[in-house]
């Protein structure tokens, strides 16, 4: 599943590909694909002659600004989008990803959502697991009252607001273990199962380690590690282990490799012992046991 790095990276590469682009056409190849508004002709009017102004990330959300086309007449292509249009809201879930095509082919079965500019270039969305989900939330609706899990997310790890005094409040209580915490969406947002284990490993933590157990000099130690997990993983375009692409269709490149997520039996790149799996409230765990207590 694309967790924030994956999906840091797709941003960059929509922001990128989709320079100027105007949506002119939209294809709705699956309409559950379409979580909003209801009525998906609805999604599509919506979206027609929108300028994609910009892309924004929050937690595993993509956010593109749109703008509207109010005057043709006006000489200067930019100039005629004034107007606010909303937001397009897509979350990849499991197996979504973009595709940008210059010259549209065929698609593929999977393929959920096919939007294209003028001169036919398409920007294509495919989702074999067909989890991944769009909006549309017009200019006068809040996409985080409309979006449950976009409102009620926590912090995003590189924010001021994400420390270890932050960490000790939210965790004080909690009996969960510190590898459940981390995966909670509304504590922390955009990790997920792969740098949940590597930075409890850069942090010498166990992930069964009960939260409320877990101590100030730590949490600084577990903080820095998820920030610099995450920013070593989106210099290098995410992680190989997943279904991820890129816009290219080109699956990611973490050349940096993961030291213990998927290394179960393998030796422990600190002190040799060798790495264990277990399942942590139906997800597999990687820990050293010896380097994480
Ligand atoms: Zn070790």
């Known amino acids: 599943m694309p967790e924030l790095p994956e999906v840091e990276t797709v941003r960059r590469g929509l922001e990128q590909k989709l320079n100027n682009f105007i949506i002119k056409k939209v294809e709705v190849c699956r309409d559950s694909t379409v979580a909003f508004p209801k009525n998906k002709e609805e999604f599509i009017e919506g979206l027609l002659n929108s300028l994609i102004y910009k892309w924004d990330r929050r937690g595993k959300y993509l956010i593109a600004q749109l703008k509207k086309l109010e005057n043709e007449n006006v000489r200067f292509p930019l100039q005629k989008f004034s107007k606010n249009n909303g937001f397009l809201v897509v979350h990849l879930r499991m197996t979504g990803y973009f595709k940008f095509i210059n ?127 995450l920013k070593k993983s989106i210099g290098s375009g995410g992680t190989t282990f997943s279904d991820f692409r890129d816009l290219e269709g080109e699956n990611g490149n973490f050349g940096l490799q993961t030291n213990v997520y998927r290394r179960t039996g393998k030796e422990c790149r600190k002190c040799g012992n060798l790495i264990e799996r277990e399942k942590i409230t139906g997800r597999s765990t990687h820990w050293c046991p010896k380097c994480q207590k």
Request: net charge positive; aromatic share 8%.
């Open 103 to 229: 010259n549209s082919a065929q698609p593929c079965k999977h393929t959920r959502i096919r939007v294209f500019d003028d001169k036919n270039n398409e920007l294509r969305y495919i989702d074999v697991r067909s989890f991944g989900q769009m909006w549309w939330i017009k200019e006068d609706l809040s996409p985080n009252k409309i979006i449950k899990g976009l409102g009620s997310l926590g912090p995003e790890p590189f924010s001021k607001d994400f420390d270890e005094i932050y960490l000790k409040k939210v965790i004080s209580k909690r009996t969960k273990s510190i590898k459940a915490i981390l995966l909670d969406q509304t504590i922390v947002a955009g990790i997920g199962n792969i740098y949940a284990d590597e930075s409890l490993y850069s942090a010498g933590i166990s992930p069964f380690r009960e939260a409320r157990t877990i101590k100030k000099n730590e949490l600084i130690k577990l903080k820095e590690s998820i920030v610099t997990v």
